[in-house]
């Protein structure tokens, strides 16, 4: 498995934006980022693959980007236009097989970082 860490997280008001970084201990073949608030389900917001390809989840589309650096093995969510419904545990999870990708099953995760938007 791969070992992730998440950073980047805080504090903001509405209408902030954040950068989280997801750094991994080696090559990925996809990253993804998640968020859980406190009595939710996690709920998944984007993902690229290492050729680049991204997608995101209609609640992120347009404020949301994923972007990654290879070779510092480093994947960034950058949150614009953040309002207090998007309070919560962000995580990234990994996977480095095609069909793990594919099937959205990553196996490796993060430990989270928070963040906390103010209205």
């Known amino acids: 498995q791969i070992r992730l860490m998440e950073s980047g997280g805080g504090s903001v008001q509405s209408g902030g934006s954040l950068k989280l970084s997801c750094a991994a201990s080696g090559y990925t073949r996809c990253v993804a980022w998640f968020r859980q608030a406190p009595g939710n389900e996690r709920e998944w917001l984007a993902v690229?693959?290492?050729?680049?390809?991204?997608n995101f989840a209609d609640s992120v589309k347009g404020r949301f980007t994923i972007s990654q650096d290879n070779a510092k093995n480093t994947v960034y969510l950058q949150m614009n236009n953040l309002a207090p419904d998007d309070t919560a545990m962000y995580y990234c999870?990994?996977?480095?097989?095609?069909?793990?990708?594919?099937?959205?099953?990553?196996?490796?995760w993060g430990r989270g970082t928070q963040v906390t938007v103010s209205a």
């Open positions: 999870a990994a996977a480095i097989y095609r069909w793990r990708c594919e099937s959205r099953n990553f196996d490796s």
């Open positions: 690229i693959d290492s050729a680049g390809t991204v």
